[in-house]
């Protein structure tokens, strides 16, 4: 009985150690489809998140300076897309693939100029990594420390979908990004900014995407690679699909898919199962999860629509 419960608290563990990125992605993602942007580069502002949070914690020894700038990685990128999308009315699709290809190229590319050549970066040591909150309050193996004691900045991802969900649904901002990706022209009718809505909902989206990459390149990983983030942004994008385009039903479909990235990881303690076909668990049940609701979810109508002005 004790080893069920314990190997119950590990899967809990796992789960809240596989959520977070996919959760600051997702919510960032909501930002900006309810606005009507559809951003499908979280992936590549994911991994240049990785990258630069890392980079910034070795050589300052800082995680939550070293977060932030992982967010703000994501930002600069969540801005191209904006100036790409917004201001010239690109194809959101292609700006988006484009950034899935140009901020992991990047990342290589810098990574292997600052490190002799190479794509890894240096890992980084215990102290410069995000804190675990309750480190240290339970006793090591015990149910309850397997449980709680996991990285602050998880229990930050809560509190983040609490105050998004605020955000769209309790405040004048809120109210005027869930109109502009319904009805943009009805909204500027009304004096509403439309552009610059989109802008700050497509930023919000990219610093969402980089503190999410940071995240695994300073809790989970402790350093930087090519494929550090092997289709966490899609997954993300899955989970809003699932979600309805909520914080909150996101938030749900991440502990899911988290969930299962911890089963993963505790199926891989044993040799009763090829790691080839334990490694397809996130991404079957993403496909499962797509094909079974993605027709019960409903698009922001003007999401993917360029705006313009009337004359």
């Known amino acids: 009985m ?47 998140g990785a990258f630069v949070g890392v980079v910034v914690a070795y050589f300052t020894g800082n995680p939550w300076f070293s977060f932030f700038c ?46 002799d050549g190479s794509s890894d970066s240096p890992s980084i040591d215990t102290a410069s990594k995000l804190p675990r909150l309750l480190d240290g309050v339970f006793p090591v193996g015990s149910f309850w420390n397997n449980v709680l004691n996991t990285y602050s900045a998880a229990y930050l991802a809560f ?5 998004v969900w605020f955000v769209f649904y309790k405040t004048r901002f809120g109210m005027r990004l869930r109109a502009a990706g319904e009805h943009p022209e009805a909204c500027a009718t009304l004096g509403i900014n439309v552009f610059r809505v989109r802008y700050i909902c497509v930023i919000l989206s ?27 942004g899609f997954i993300a994008i899955a989970a809003v699909i699932f979600g309805k385009f909520s914080p909150h039903g996101a938030m749900l479909a991440c502990l899911l898919f988290g969930l299962c990235t911890g089963l993963r990881t505790i199926a891989s303690q044993g040799n009763w199962i090829s790691p080839n076909l334990i490694s397809m668990i996130p ?8 094909v079974l609701f993605v027709g019960h979810a409903r698009v922001p109508a003007a999401n993917g629509k360029p705006f313009e002005k009337s004359k």
């Open 206 to 232: 990219g610093f969402l995407s980089g503190l999410g990459g940071a995240y695994v390149t300073l809790a989970t990983v402790s350093q930087f690679r090519p494929a550090i983030i092997v289709g966490q």
């Open 283 to 290: 991404y079957v049940v993403t496909v499962i999860t797509l």
């Open 159 to 163: 509190i983040a979908v609490i105050v």
């Open 70 to 115: 992982g967010g703000l990685a994501g930002a600069a990128f969540g801005l191209l897309h904006a100036i790409a999308c917004v201001s010239f009315g690109a194809d959101q699709t292609i700006s988006g693939t484009a950034i899935n290809f140009l901020a992991p190229g990047l990342a290589v590319f810098l990574c292997k100029a600052m490190f």
């Open 2 to 48: 004790e080893t069920i419960i314990s190997d119950l608290g590990l899967v809990i563990n796992a789960t809240l150690i596989a959520m977070p990125p996919l959760l600051y992605a997702a919510l960032g993602s909501c930002f900006s489809e309810r606005s009507g942007v559809i951003n499908i580069g979280v992936e590549g502002m994911m991994t240049i």
